[in-house]
């Protein structure tokens, strides 16, 4: 019987103490610092904040998969990541405090001072605990690893050995013999006294009546499925664990094994969210959509009437969008152009800032209203230009958001008709659902011409996708619509 490993952040249980524990400390060592040498939990305000913290560290555990791979990281990345862990708790704490207005006796250096400190210890504490676990693995083979033999091809097995016994990753196993499928030449060029084996009977016997906990086949993309050997060491009762040579590849992007009806599949993707976070993502995307809906209400009232006496017509502009993975919505924002402006665009295409179909941008767009009002320089100030330069027509949108067809963030929908002209790999931009922000915007969107380019920023939002990055890109985004940048 296969005894499973733990999942996510209760495989790291040593590392979440050690981290709990620290920032409690480190929450101590201010409050001794700065307010007195004294007991600070006896202090209703202390106390109440420390546990705070406490939950807030079990949140980002939970949600945001912070110590994935934390024991084969290096230690420029564990210094990040610490770092990232840090802002996420810090984050959170801080918005939980404004949220319940009991924020007046907030310290920023008592708070710098926290997490500051914390950061330094953590990395240190991490390194140790590391290095505690690497010398663990190191030990003899009784040390209580697993035995593993390895099936594989001639060819391959140099690299694959190479990998599996790297001694700057940890692992909790030893290879106890390997077994080729081929004939080919075997130069493993390596120090090592494991026994190699041709498959066949001999093979078998050894294993059978050896210390054998688990078999890893890694098949080479050019052998036929080994379905016999498989169900002779299946019937031995040995856990397997089975690999193809193309599953490891970066092309196949992150991989899963799910079922489909009563099949098991395997599944890839260019990106696998854990469920925690899309959770959090949705609970940030409700809260923002409710702000953002009051604020759309209270700015429909003044914004109304100026789009309504200079063209006739709806306040709001509906048009079909496509969201994610091609299906169609209706998208809301504060009308900024005339009636007739869809049936002009063809007559402006040639003024694409573009230069191709699949999007559609010019400076001096005389389909905006109020865009023939000139300024002394010359630039268009009609109420059209004043909602896009402040970004105020996209609004609405945390309707949509409300709803659920789209996101905070995420890649800007097309339309239809732009969507009819995308070639195959455009298509990923839209696998994620669609945001009234994303990494585009916030990269100078008015200064990026070129379309591949867009999906470029797009697919890079999409492979490394984190509740981290979200929050950054919101933060980005609010400062670039301060300082009117980006939005033509």
Not at 98 to 114: E, K, Q
Not at 150 to 163: A, I, P
Not at 462 to 484: G, P
Request: proline share 2%; charged share 25%.
């Amino acid at each position: 019987m296969y005894k499973r490993s733990l999942k996510d952040w209760f495989k790291h249980l040593d590392f979440i103490v050690i981290d709990i524990v620290l920032l409690q400390l480190c929450f101590n060592i201010s409050y001794w610092i700065l307010v007195k040498f004294a007991n600070m939990y006896k202090v209703d305000y202390y106390r109440h904040r420390a546990v705070l913290l406490l939950l807030c560290q079990i949140v980002v555990a939970f949600f945001a998969s912070t110590y994935k791979n934390i024991i084969r990281r290096k230690r420029s990345d564990e210094f990040f990541s610490v770092i990232k862990y840090s802002l996420n708790v810090a984050f959170i704490y801080m918005a939980t405090i404004l949220s319940i207005g009991r924020s007046s006796r907030f310290s920023i250096w008592f708070f710098l001072l926290t997490f500051g400190s914390f950061i330094i210890l953590a990395f240190v504490l991490h390194q140790l605990n590391k290095r505690r676990l690497f010398r663990k693995s190191s030990d003899g083979i009784n040390g209580g690893k697993r035995s593993i033999v390895l099936f594989t091809s001639s060819g391959l097995v140099k690299r694959v050995l190479g990998e599996l016994t790297d001694n700057s990753t940890y692992h909790d196993y030893f290879i106890s013999g390997i077994v080729l499928f081929d004939d080919g030449e075997i130069d493993l060029n390596l120090d090592t006294e494991i026994p190699v084996f041709r498959n066949g009977e001999e093979a078998l016997q050894r294993i059978a009546r050896g210390w054998v906990d688990e078999i890893l086949v890694y098949q080479p993309d050019d052998m036929r499925y080994p379905k016999e050997t498989i169900d002779t060491l299946m019937d031995m009762g040995i856990v397997i664990h089975y690999s193809l040579d193309a599953f490891n590849s970066s092309e196949w992007g992150k991989i899963d094994i799910e079922k489909v009806g009563n099949y098991k599949v395997l599944t890839n993707s260019l990106n696998m969210a854990p469920i925690g976070q899309l959770i959090l993502k949705r609970i940030m995307d409700i809260i923002g959509s409710v702000i953002g809906s009051i604020f759309t209400l209270l700015l429909t009232f003044i914004i109304g009437p100026l789009i309504y006496f200079t063209d006739k017509g709806p306040i709001f502009f509906v048009q079909e969008r496509i969201g994610k993975n091609g299906k169609v919505f209706k998208m809301f924002k504060f009308r900024t152009m005339y009636m007739d402006a869809e049936e002009r665009k063809k007559d402006l295409m040639q003024h694409n800032e573009f230069g191709s179909d699949f999007m559609f941008k010019m400076d001096d767009d005389p389909r905006i209203l109020g865009s023939e009002k000139k300024n002394k320089k010359g630039e268009p100030k009609g109420i059209g230009n004043f909602l896009r330069n402040t970004s105020i027509d996209e609004f609405p949108q945390f309707f949509n958001v409300l709803i659920g067809n789209m996101s905070l963030v995420g890649t800007r929908p097309p339309t239809l008709d732009e969507w009819k002209r995308y070639d195959l790999h455009h298509r990923a931009r839209m696998s994620v659902k669609p945001g009234i922000t994303g990494m585009w915007q916030v990269s100078g969107r008015s200064d990026i011409k070129d379309f591949e380019e867009v999906v470029r920023l797009d697919k890079e939002y999409i492979e490394n996708w984190s509740i981290f990055l979200d929050i950054k890109i919101l933060i980005k985004t609010v400062l670039v619509v301060l300082k009117h940048e980006g939005a033509k």
